[in-house]
């Protein structure tokens, strides 16, 4: 059992760390403030090949490992958040589905733009009324031949109205359930495709998140990824992934909100002493860090199971559910030793508590994440040898 990362990795975190720390912390607060899409540094990101780390480099990405990919967003995480969804979704959702599961016209066509950050790319399968139930699908793909027609509604949609390409999840046959849904690369300046106001949200509120219309979009055949009847296992597949990518990103904020919590309190004094050297504050340090070292562990992990090709949805959701929740407890606690200053909006931790809050609700709420490791768990379906014997036992 190895512990350490490789040199490949570590300049990886490293570079990251740079761009996010020069880059994207100048001017955070006020693209947070405003809602501003951070167009510039979403450009460097493709630049320095952050839009697309695991495609191959046959199809311009940077073909590197998922655990590179994970200490990147931890990094860029720490920072600026509205960024690091931008760079989940077109890495985990949008270019990774492509390379596994597209055709290769539609990997020239659509994945060699998309893996360079010159396009990006939107998953598109929440709607008004299917969240967490995601085989409710109401939008609708009718085959008309040589085309399907499609019609409905996409909520929450990050990269929504800056993307040119939307993968969309549809009913196509509503009698067979799951196995009646598709997935489609839609791009946005078909005809019938219209994008809804920019929501104004808690967190990551420079990201671009919008409500989009599909009414009669002409959609070709050759748009459909994969088998008649595979959208559903497609968005299950692509989401185990995902999972990963905001996993790293919670990481990221519970990481950033403890540099932070730990630099304040080196420097503040009361009492006459710095606080970190009262109890009540170096013991909330020794927690955060604790915990964080321990999401560290089943967010690397998973992203070393989805390496090796072993089953990694259980893993996946199991990093998600624990980071989350440490980045949701540790971003409070930060704005809570930053005292008075924790509150206003010129320190960063009150964005880091406020972005920290939707790790535990998009791609997959930790409700959703506790059925999947539930399941898998009640399958035996687990990777651990000694739990698979409790599995068995029980
Ligand atoms: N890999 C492959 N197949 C999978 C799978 C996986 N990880 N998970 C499920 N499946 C398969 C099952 O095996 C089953 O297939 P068979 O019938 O052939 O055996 C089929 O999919 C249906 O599975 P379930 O019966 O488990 O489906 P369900 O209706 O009970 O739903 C669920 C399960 C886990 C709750 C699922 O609906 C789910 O994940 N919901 C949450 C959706 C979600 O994450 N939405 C996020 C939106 S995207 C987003 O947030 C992006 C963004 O912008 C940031």
């Known amino acids: 059992m190895f512990f350490s990362l490789t040199e490949e990795q570590l300049a990886v975190k490293e570079a990251a760390r740079e761009f ?3 880059e994207l912390k100048p001017g955070v607060i ?8 951070p167009t510039d540094q979403v450009r460097q990101m493709g630049e320095l090949g952050f839009m ?8 311009g990405g940077s073909g590197m490992d998922t655990i590179s990919y994970v200490l990147a967003m931890e990094e860029i995480s720490k920072i600026d958040n509205s960024c690091s969804v931008i760079m989940s979704v077109n890495n985990s959702l949008v270019c990774w589905g492509l390379e596994e599961f597209g055709t290769e016209d539609q990997k020239q066509k659509y994945l060699t733009k ?3 950050g010159e396009w990006i790319g939107a998953f598109c399968l929440s709607e008004p009324e299917a969240g967490s139930d995601a085989t409710s699908q109401r939008t609708t793909a009718v085959d008309m031949g040589d085309h399907y027609l499609l019609n409905g509604t996409k909520n ?4 929504g109205g800056t993307s040119k390409i939307h993968l969309v999840i549809a009913q196509t046959d509503p009698e067979k359930g799951h196995k009646g849904i598709n997935a489609f690369i839609v791009e ?3 005809d019938g495709v219209a994008i809804g106001a920019k929501e104004d949200k808690l967190g990551i509120r420079s990201s671009d998140t919008h409500t989009i219309m599909y009414s009669d979009v002409k959609v070709p055949k050759a748009n459909r990824i994969g088998e008649d009847g595979f959208g559903f296992k497609f968005a ?4 185990s992934g995902g999972r990963i990518g905001i996993a790293a990103q919670a990481l990221g904020i519970a990481g950033g909100s403890y540099e932070l919590a730990t ?7 009361a009492f006459g002493k710095p606080i970190s050297k009262h109890q009540a504050i170096a013991f909330k340090l020794a927690d955060m860090a604790t915990d964080i070292e321990a999401a560290k562990m089943l967010v690397y992990r998973a992203a070393w199971l989805k390496d090796q090709h072993m089953d990694y949805a259980a893993a996946s959701a199991m990093a998600k559910v624990y980071a989350s929740e440490v980045a949701m407890k540790h971003s409070v606690e930060a704005v809570q030793v930053h005292g008075g200053y924790g509150f206003v909006k010129e320190y960063h931790v009150e964005r880091l508590m406020r972005d920290a809050k939707i790790t535990q609700i998009y791609e997959g709420t930790s409700e959703v994440q506790r059925i999947v490791i539930s399941r898998n768990l009640l399958k035996g379906n687990l990777y651990i040898p000694i739990s698979k014997g409790v599995a068995e036992h029980a």
């Open 236 to 239: 299950m597949k692509v989401l």
């Open 263 to 269: 630099a304040y309190s080196l420097e503040r004094e």
């Open 114 to 116: 998309l893996a360079t």
């Open 188 to 190: 946005t300046d078909w």
């Open 30 to 37: 006020e693209r947070d403030r405003d809602m501003i899409y």
């Open 20 to 22: 996010a720390q020069n």
């Open 156 to 159: 929450w949609i990050t990269n």
């Open 52 to 59: 697309g780390m695991m495609v191959s480099p046959e199809y």
